[in-house]
């Protein structure tokens, strides 16, 4: 079963930065996300095989900071 991970995005500034990172974290395989510039929130549904810190270094990678839930 799909698993949903919430994410806390830091330093988006503009509406497009958030469809860059849905965009990118949507190319992984198991993996639909939905990015929310105005709450600053990504909700990720994905498959147990992949890691929210896999999640996390794509956000990342694309120069934003990520936090998931603790
Ligand atoms: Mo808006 Mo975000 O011009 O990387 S896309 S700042």
Redesign the pocket.
Known sequence: APTSTELAITG???A??AM?IEKKLNRLEGVTATVNYATENAHVRHSPDVSAQTLVATVEGLGYGATPPS
């Open positions: 988006m500034t503009c497009s930065c860059r």
